[in-house]
Each structure stands twice: as structure tokens, then as C-alpha cells.
């Protein structure tokens, strides 16, 4: 083969001030030489393959990955960052120590990790891509503008999130990654629990109407204590009705919200005011004196509160009629014959002035009911004999069924509530999208994540170093064989020459 032939790329680097100094890099010899140094490449990127890995798999023992969950909120006012009850919505009652200790117990463990497993749980809510898109064009024109406009515009965009990550670090616990998963999930179960507590049925209000003995106060007091109860159970149940527009039955109880309202009405206007008469037909007391100094404050403070309420009523009345409502103008028609048209619109601040009245009023009527009452057991009291014992036996004994059948009352509500809110208004108020797994399809997951940065770190790293070499090497080899010095390693077998042929025989 002649080597004249030989088509070669040459990068030539001249030195004007030295011919001398003349370097010629062949990219075939550099190519020649990644190839001479190919396979040690390839050992030198499975070593570093192997030790990387291998260090990930130890640090995520030691250090372990923190397990994630996903989960959501879907009612009306999450959109504005409001919980059901129309207030500011906080995700993080998520770690409510309650919440954390009822997980624990139901899991069977321990609860002295209770406080370092809740510092262990961080939420994040997400926010969708063109949120974020409209949040930053705004804050560049606010930016730039530096106006009040464009500040009002920014806060039109704010965006609330409605799905939130769940992360759990638990190493600073005692827990395996298996008992960890239980814990992150059963917390997030447990959190529906209290979710549907906290805005469903009022347990704190089904809580005070039994916590109070009746029969710790007189007989009078007793009646007081009773009324008092149902009053704000009724009107609990009233307003749960008002807000019902699906007619609900609960399947648990077999009761609807108007089923209710009309027992406890039931119970007040015949029950109650039964036992109410009989008292004061009977002149049932304890304690006569006590009884008619306990009616005197009664009336005094229920006469301060007829005129506070009297006032109040006369306010809203006066806000109401001077009140003027949204108008809305519709123009038709052309300009010789234009006819416009008005009409006017409630708006919710008109209606909250009517529903404030309509409430002031039934106050206002129960109030002045109350003082007829204790001005007649007075007067019964101070102009009558006390009862006897035997009839005081009887009023104990219907007391007791009076007090039986609130607490009746009490639980049907509370579980007809229960149904509505579960069923209806919270159905899909909160769910868990994405529970926490640790599966070992996870756990190679986490050891990948954490030996790719530094894998392709150092394999960038070795290729560099190994084409460095290669490029020195040929910069040398070419030199030498530019000066007549050709490495062994470069040259080429010497040919054998040719033989003479024999001469044929003749």
C-alpha cells in the first residue's frame, strides 16, 4: 500500500515566532488512541458505575428518603383558601397532634414518638403551571408599573392550592421504612376523621347541651337548663335544614332535618311546657327563697336583654330601609325610539341585614316569653303553699324522661349529621390521591435518584480524562514522527521480500 495515498486531518497550531515550534495533531491518531484505550474506559466506567451505586444504596440506608403522599380538598371555598365554615383554611391541622394519636393507637404503638414524627411532616401545595404563569406576568407588570392597578390585578390571580403534598421525614424516629408507610397512612385516614368533626356535626355543641346535671339545680332551673338545650339544638338543626337543598334522609336514622326541627319543637311546646305548668300549679321548689331570688335576676337580666335586642332590630330595621339595592339598566332600541328598563337586585349584604332581622326577631319574642314565665312562677311562688313531697317525686320522675328523650334527640342528630355531612356536603371534601408506598421498586427508585447526579459527574469526568490523554499521546506520537522517531509501538511490520522464482524446468 502506498502511504502517499493515506488521506489524514492534521490541526496544525504555528508559531510565527518559531517554526520551530510547529504542532501537528493528527485527529486519526487521536482517534487511534481513545480506541487503544477503549476497553480501559469501558473497566474504568464499570468500577465507578459499581462504587457509585453502591454509595447511594448506603447513603439511603443511612439517610433515609423521605416518604411522599398526595392529597386533595374539593368543597365550595378551597378555591379562596377557605375551609366549610368559611374561615381561613390552615392544611396543616393535617399534623394536629389528635389526629397523630389516634394513628399511633390505632397502629398499636407507642405514643413517645408522638411529638418527633409530627416535626417530621411538612406539607406543599401545588400550584399548576399556568397559575404560576399568570402570577409572574402580573408581578412583572406590577414590577414595572409600579401602579396600584396592577396591584389589584395581582391579587385577582391569587391562586389557592387545592392538592397539597405529604412528606414524612422519619429519621430522626426509631420507625422502619414498613412501619413508617403504616404511619404516614394512617394518619392521612385519621385526618378524615377529624375533618368531618371538625366541619360536620358540631361534637362540642352535642357535648355542652348533655354536660350540665339538670338535676343538680332546683326545679325551675332544671326547665331553664332543658329550654336552654333545646333552643340551641333547634337552631342548629334549623340551619342545617335552611342549608339542605337535596331534602336528605339519612339512611343511618331514617330522619330528615325537618323531622328533627319538629320533635324538639315537640318536645318544647308540649313536653317541657308540661312539666313547666305542673311546677307552677304545684309550687314545686327546693328552696322557695332561693327560687324567688333566682327569678328576680332572671327578669332583670332578661329585661336588659329585650332592650338590647330592641335596639338592634330598630338599627338592622333602618338599615334595611335606607338600603339601596344593585340596579341593573337595560338599553334597547334604536335612537329614535330608545326604551331603557331598570330593575334592581338583592345583594348579599341586603340579604345578611334580613336574616340578622328575621334572627333578631325570634330573640327578641323568646326573651319577652321567658320574662312572662318567671314573673308568673314569682308571683305562684309568693302567694301559694310549696308542693308536697309525693307531687316532687313525680316531677323528678318526668324530669328524667324529659332528660332521656333530649339525649335521644341529641344522638339522632348528631348522627343524621354525621350522614348529611359524609354523604353530601363532605363527600369528596378530602381525599387521599396518592397514599405513601414503600415498595423496593421505590426504594431502587430513591438509590437511582441519588447516584445519577454524581454517576454522570464522575463518567464526564473519566471521558474527559481518558480524550485529554488520548490528545497528548498523539500530539507526542505525531512529534516523533515528524523528527524520524517512530515508536515501536507505531511501526509497522517489516515485509519479507520476495523470492525469486525458480527457474522452470525444462
Do not use: C
Not at 408599573?145 to 397539597?164: H, R, S, W
Not at 414503600?438 to 430513591?446: D, G, K
Amino acid at each position: 500500500m502506498d502511504n502517499s495515498n493515506e488521506k489524514n486531518l492534521n490541526i496544525t497550531i504555528n508559531n510565527k515566532a518559531s517554526d520551530d515550534d510547529e504542532v501537528v495533531i493528527s485527529l486519526v491518531t487521536i482517534f487511534k488512541k481513545l480506541k487503544k484505550y477503549f476497553l480501559l474506559w469501558i473497566i474504568v466506567a464499570v468500577v465507578f458505575v459499581v462504587l457509585t451505586v453502591g454509595y447511594a444504596t448506603l447513603t439511603t440506608q443511612i439517610n433515609k428518603p423521605k416518604l411522599n403522599a398526595l392529597i386533595s380538598f374539593s368543597y365550595s371555598g378551597i378555591e379562596k383558601g377557605n375551609d366549610p365554615n368559611g374561615r381561613k383554611f390552615d392544611v396543616n391541622t393535617l399534623k394536629n397532634p389528635s389526629v397523630i394519636e389516634s394513628a399511633l393507637t390505632e397502629l398499636g404503638m407507642g405514643l413517645e414518638n408522638l411529638e418527633v414524627i409530627r416535626e417530621g411532616i411538612s406539607i406543599s401545595g401545588i400550584i399548576p403551571s399556568d397559575a404560576i404563569d399568570r402570577i409572574t406576568v402580573y408581578q412583572n407588570v406590577y414590577e414595572s408599573a409600579g401602579n396600584l392597578n396592577a396591584a389589584k390585578e395581582m391579587l385577582d390571580v391569587t391562586y389557592y392550592p387545592t392538592q397539597f403534598k405529604v412528606y414524612f421525614d422519619y429519621n430522626n424516629t426509631q420507625l422502619t421504612t414498613a412501619e413508617a408507610t403504616d404511619v404516614l397512612n394512617a394518619i392521612l385516614d385519621k385526618y378524615q376523621d377529624y375533618f368531618y368533626e371538625e366541619y360536620g356535626y358540631n361534637e362540642s355543641l352535642g357535648s355542652a347541651v348533655t354536660a350540665i346535671s339538670y338535676d343538680s339545680y332546683d326545679y325551675s332551673e332544671a326547665v331553664d337548663v332543658f329550654k336552654n338545650n333545646l333552643t340551641t339544638l333547634r337552631r342548629y338543626v334549623r340551619q342545617l335544614s335552611n342549608e339542605d337543598s337535596t331534602r336528605f334522609r339519612s339512611a343511618v336514622t331514617g330522619y330528615t332535618f325537618d323531622d328533627l326541627y319538629q320533635a324538639i319543637i315537640t318536645i318544647q311546646d308540649i313536653d317541657l311546657d308540661k312539666i313547666s305548668s305542673y311546677i307552677t300549679v304545684n309550687n314545686l321548689t327546693k328552696d322557695k327563697d332561693a327560687s324567688i331570688a333566682y327569678y328576680d335576676y332572671r327578669i332583670s337580666s332578661l329585661n336588659r336583654s329585650k332592650t338590647s335586642l330592641e335596639e338592634q332590630l330598630k338599627s338592622v330595621q333602618e338599615s334595611i330601609e335606607a338600603y339601596e339595592k344593585d340596579q341593573i339598566f337595560i338599553f334597547s332600541g334604536t335612537d329614535e325610539a330608545n326604551t331603557n328598563m331598570s330593575s334592581t337586585v338583592a345583594s348579599d349584604q341586603y340579604d345578611n341585614m334580613i336574616k340578622k332581622k328575621l334572627q333578631i326577631t325570634e330573640d327578641l319574642a323568646d326573651t319577652k316569653q321567658s320574662i312572662n314565665y318567671y314573673k308568673e312562677r314569682k308571683d305562684a311562688l309568693q302567694n301559694n303553699p310549696a308542693g308536697s313531697d309525693a307531687k316532687a317525686e313525680n316531677l323528678d320522675a318526668q324530669l328524667e324522661a324529659l332528660s332521656d328523650k333530649i339525649n335521644e334527640l341529641i344522638d339522632l342528630t348528631s348522627r343524621t349529621s354525621d350522614d348529611y355531612y359524609k354523604n353530601v356536603t363532605l363527600r369528596n371534601a378530602y381525599n387521599v390521591l396518592v397514599p405513601a408506598a414503600s415498595t423496593v421498586t421505590n426504594r431502587i427508585h430513591h438509590i437511582i435518584d441519588n447516584a445519577k447526579l454524581p454517576l454522570i459527574v464522575i463518567e464526564a469526568l473519566v471521558i474527559v480524562a481518558f480524550i485529554m490523554l488520548a490528545i497528548v499521546e498523539a500530539i507526542v506520537a505525531d512529534g516523533r514522527k515528524r523528527k524520524g522517531i517512530v515508536p515501536e509501538a507505531d511501526k509497522e511490520p517489516e515485509k519479507a521480500p520476495k523470492a525469486d522464482p525458480e527457474p522452470s524446468a525444462k
